[in-house]
């Protein structure tokens, strides 16, 4: 599929749930959202045919998302299922990784070839305030090096925030000095809200591991699909990426669209532009009408964000990032 700023899209995310066993600071309110009826998210059968329809259009990559996506039943399945669909080539997730471990084997099995585990900090306490919940990071920590260990892509996504874990992006950072990861810091973006406080752009937390591990060279394997920066400092296993979502745009890159748990076609994360796909499929759409909505929904993605001025009040997404699905 082609937009109509020549833009290829071939990736795209799936939330399949809008429950999470963690309740982050950046992704919900301290009174966690209204969970969303079952008879309101999607059912797999209705995804994986939706799904089908989105490789018969050029989508190549699939990235599983929530909420948490371990916490639905039958993921593996799905993952199986979505594996085995002709044209896709290559199902990965993201996750804060702590009912991962025992699910690994079975995950790697069906197919699933990269995870995104989400690690904001290193320390116990801080990690408990950020996730809202106790005792969880060695969890998290067996999870990234049991991924590791299994072969799969494993990447660790940290949000870096100033006052919150910047004063642990060195320590975060040598994670890939330890094992065979990229850790990855990513850029606050104020997703339903209007706070850039916490922002801290990535050109300084490039200075920073710059500054204590010397040259970064910049890494120029496969490490996924989308629109990260990766570079090996000198005696690292694995690499260091930086997502500039904020300071330097990629929106002329996009190559993705996303879909809620609800069924609706989300072309950009900061806008509610888009289409509820399941609502036509439940109301008897066939495959080639579907097919003809995802492709007019697909034409009006926007050029780009405007996360930094904000100009487009009336198109705003003000969900929380739990209820978009990342």
Known sequence: MIDKYGRVIDYLRVSVTDRCNFRCVYCMPPEGVELMSHEQVIRYEELMRLIRLFAELGIRHIRLTGGEPTVRKGI???????HDLPGIESVSMT??????????????????SAVN??????????????????GNLPKVLDAIRLSAEAGLNTKVNCVAMRGVNDDEVLEIAALAKL???????????????????QAIYMDEVLDLI?????KLTEDPTLRGHGPARYYKPEGF?????????????????CNRVRMTSEGFLKLCLQYNVGENLLHALRS??????????????????PQHHTFLDYAEE?????????????
């Open 284 to 301: 008897g759409a066939s495959d080639e009408e579907l097919k003809d909505l995802i492709l007019r929904t697909i034409d009006q993605k």
């Open 210 to 214: 710059r500054g204590a591990f010397g």
């Open 76 to 82: 593996v399945s799905l993952v199986r299922d979505i």
């Open 314 to 326: 009336q198109d705003i997404d003000t969900r929380d990032m739990s209820r978009i699905g990342g």
């Open 237 to 253: 296993r694995g690499s260091v990426g930086v997502i500039s979502a904020m300071s330097h745009s990629f929106c002329e890159e």
């Open 95 to 112: 996750t804060n990784g702590l009912l991962l471990p025992d699910m690994l084997p079975d995950l790697k099995a069906a197919g699933l």
């Open 117 to 134: 585990i989400s690690l904001d900090t290193l320390d116990e306490a801080r990690f408990d305030d950020i996730t809202r919940t106790t």
């Open 179 to 197: 094992l065979p990861v990229c850790v990855r810091f990513i850029e606050y973006m104020p997703i339903g809200k209007h706070d850039y406080e």
